[in-house]
């Protein structure tokens, strides 16, 4: 009886075990116990970052955001693309905390250049980061109290839907949508790329040919090389899969828009004959035309974002050697430029005119030079991460480093295989080679790192713009009832409030310190004198005779300070305040 009573707790014992085990278990899916650094451990809006979204996905990403943070995401519309889809915007910030309007603001965009399909990628994480890693981070969490973000994920809607579900190849389309009459026949785009096999990526076009100048790899048969000075090769290239649809005996010479959406921006902007895909006139493209009236409405956008692919850049202007930047706005962009180089590993620090090539109405020039925002250019993905040995070998890497990754890390998955097809004016050819998805784009299982690098590269950025402060606020007693007020400003970043193209231009209103009586209802003072200086003993002041309530600065230095002293009729108590367009507000009471 006794053995029983055992037998029957025991049994007992290992139902609660069980039970507890699967009460564990439960729980370890619902949130697990151990989590990885640099992501959220529990996201209101789960998303995964090794695939890319079309334009739906991503509409429907920011949508989320917005609707599962509605204290930190808000999404707008900017209006309608050339194809009716929306140009969404969403601004991430702590709105209970500020003006999100007065914080100092960054700017981010991606894919200009529509194929550049991993641009979009980026600024959706970034989205998608600041609004699930505040409760987990608290640089994040500072960073959404003390700015404003404005994300555009897509800046080329149209075309990159295009891109997804029309056949394409790696490169295309770089334009919009709007339809060109490239070959001046009086039509439009009636003769583009033809996906001969019907895969869904355009590649080459090759035929046998006894005086072909081609021959296979030895190691790489799909890859095709130039064949040694004497000896014979195997084939003739063609070009892209295509044929001849207007009857006029070219191919693909008129495809889809053929205008260059980052040669319309109303700075050095220069007409087709010099600058090649530049459109109509500045701002002629609708979708670019959206982008900068919102920029121009946010006066506090102090600094800029874009994203292209590839080659592994970060670039800064300016985009033609003669529009030089000024030393002192250059020496800033080094410092968050070299930084870059250590966040995004084998990326390289360049200018756009003297280092890669000259542009001409490029959005980064026209969004330093005419609205006075520090922008770079980050050109995604390089070569090293095919095998974190290689160098740049261009913008890709070299064919065979390329073919080496695709056999042994993408399993052959990057190629088309070369089949015959019939060609209406070239007999039987063989068409294959690169699929639309490879060579730009990063693979799946490099997206993410790519996404998270630029993106903590972009906070920091943010987090080195303009952010003025008043470090204190001193008042003396003089005889004759006067009284001395002296406040210092500050500024901790590596950004000035002002860039000099800025300050030489008179882009934004300067920064203004103004002296207010504390008292509610009050009277403003009666300011009689109002200097600025550079040191604290004020030997070399600078006098405003003007409105001298209202001191105003030209620019507060990056890492600078700025000495304020007024000389005023009565007592107080005082207040001091600082307002910067691009480096926020601040306000103290005397002591």
């Not at 007693?477 to 400003?489: D, H, K, R």
Request: one cysteine or more; a negative charge.
């Amino acid at each position: 009886m006794r053995f029983a009573k055992k037998i029957v707790v025991a049994a007992l014992l290992l139902c609660g075990v069980k039970g507890l085990a699967q009460e564990t278990a439960k729980q370890a899916v619902e949130k697990s116990p151990y989590k990885a650094l640099g992501a959220p451990a529990n996201p209101k809006v789960p998303a995964r970052w090794n695939i890319y979204h079309d334009y739906s996905e991503s509409a429907n990403l920011l949508a989320d955001l917005a609707k599962a943070h509605p204290q930190f995401a808000k999404v707008q519309n900017l209006g309608k693309s050339y194809g009716g889809r929306e140009m969404l915007v969403l601004t991430v910030t702590n709105f209970a905390k500020g003006d999100a309007a007065a914080k100092p603001a960054m700017w981010i965009d991606g894919a200009i250049h529509a194929n550049e399909i991993q641009a979009t990628e980026v600024v959706l994480y970034t989205a998608w980061y600041l609004c699930e890693m505040r409760q987990d981070s608290d640089v994040v969490k500072r960073l959404l109290d003390e700015r404003t973000f404005y994300l555009l994920p897509m800046m080329s809607p149209d075309s990159r839907d295009a891109h997804f579900y029309e056949a394409n190849t790696t490169h295309s389309p770089r334009t919009g949508q709007r339809p060109v009459d490239d070959d001046k026949d009086g039509l439009v785009d009636e003769d583009g790329t033809d996906d001969l096999d019907g895969d869904g990526s355009i590649t080459m076009m090759r035929v046998k040919d006894k005086n072909g100048r081609l021959k296979p790899h030895p190691d790489f048969p799909s890859l095709l090389i130039s064949a040694k000075p004497g000896e014979k090769g195997e084939y003739r290239l063609l070009g892209a899969e295509g044929k001849d649809n207007d009857g006029d005996g070219r191919v693909n010479e008129d495809g889809d828009g053929s205008y260059d959406p980052n040669r319309d921006w109303g700075w050095n902007w220069q007409p087709d004959y010099i600058q090649n895909g530049a459109h109509r006139y500045p701002f002629s493209i609708l979708e670019n035309r959206l982008v900068a009236d919102f920029i121009a409405a946010h006066p506090q956008i102090a600094g800029a974002q874009s994203y292209h692919n590839a080659g592994g850049m970060i670039l800064r202007g300016p985009g033609a050697k003669d529009d030089a930047f000024d030393g002192s706005d250059v020496a800033v962009y080094d410092v968050i430029g070299k930084r870059g180089e250590q966040i995004l590993p084998a990326y390289r620090y360049m200018n756009i005119a003297n280092d890669l090539y000259e542009v001409y109405g490029g959005e980064v020039d026209w969004l330093h030079q005419n609205r006075g925002a520090w922008t770079f250019t980050n050109e995604l993905f390089t070569p090293f991460n095919y095998f974190r040995t290689t160098g740049h070998e261009g913008f890709f890497g070299s064919s065979e480093v390329q073919e080496t990754f695709n056999k042994y890390l993408l399993l052959d998955e990057g190629l088309a295989p070369w089949k015959e097809v019939e060609h209406p004016q070239y007999g039987k050819v063989e068409v294959g080679g690169m699929k639309k998805n490879w060579m730009r784009q990063p693979p799946s299982f490099l997206l993410e790192e790519e996404c998270h690098r630029n993106m903590a590269f972009s906070l920091f950025h943010a987090d080195e713009l303009p952010l003025v402060k008043i470090q204190s606020v001193e008042t003396k007693s003089l005889p004759g009832g006067i009284t001395q007020v002296t406040a210092i400003i500050e500024n901790p970043k590596t950004c000035p409030t002002h860039s000099t193209a800025d300050v030489r231009r008179k882009l934004t209103p300067p920064d203004i310190v103004s002296l207010h009586l504390a008292e509610k209802d009050a009277k403003q003072p009666n300011v009689i004198l109002g200097l600025t200086a550079s040191e604290p003993f004020f030997r070399e002041p600078a006098e405003q005779k003007r409105e001298p309530a209202q001191m105003k600065l030209d620019t507060i230095p990056a890492h600078g300070i700025v000495y304020v002293r007024w000389l005023v009729s009565g007592r107080g108590p005082f207040e001091v305040r600082v307002e910067s367009v691009k480096g926020g507000r601040d306000l103290r009471k005397g002591e």
